[in-house]
Nanobody, 127 residues
Framework: QVQLVESGGGLVQAGGSLRLSCAASGRTFSRYAMGWFRRAPGKERELVAA????????YCADSVKGRFTISRDNAENSVYLQMNSLKPEDTAVYYCAATQTPSDRIIETTPRMYTYWGQGTQVTVSS
């Protein structure tokens, strides 16, 4: 069982930055690949970024590439999403999620493959 708690959301002006954090419970955090998802009002949930178990491999969606960076600290049982150059269209509830993977090389991009989800944190970008 893994419990995930996101923090760091808030209201920011366009062009600003936020850093989201996701703290995980348990001693086996390093066994889980992690992902950040978001859901905007009236839109489907989408994958924003994902990271492999050790952090050696990462993925960012095209919509955020060059602006967002995912990272993790297994010693701190945490995963982060650094968001720069924020745009109004980045407004959404952001969720972190965890899934066990057999290999450190795997980055999971399919939402249904994620087992554990946090409650989400609201990010609002004003124009």
């Amino acid at each position: 069982q893994v419990q995930l708690v996101e923090s760091g959301g808030g209201l920011v002006q366009a062009g600003g930055s936020l850093r989201l954090s996701c703290a995980a419970s348990g001693r086996t955090f390093s066994r889980y690949a992690m992902g950040w998802f978001r859901r905007a009002p009236g839109k489907e949930r989408e994958l924003v970024a994902a990271v492999s178990r050790s952090g050696g491999s990462t993925y960012c969606a095209d919509s955020v590439k060059g602006r967002f960076t995912i990272s993790r600290d297994n010693a701190e049982n945490s995963v982060y999403l650094q968001m720069n150059s924020l745009k109004p269209e980045d407004t959404a509830v952001y969720y972190c999620a965890a899934t066990q993977t057999p290999s450190d090389r795997i980055i999971e991009t399919t939402p249904r493959m994620y087992t554990y989800w946090g409650q989400g944190t609201q990010v609002t970008v004003s124009s």
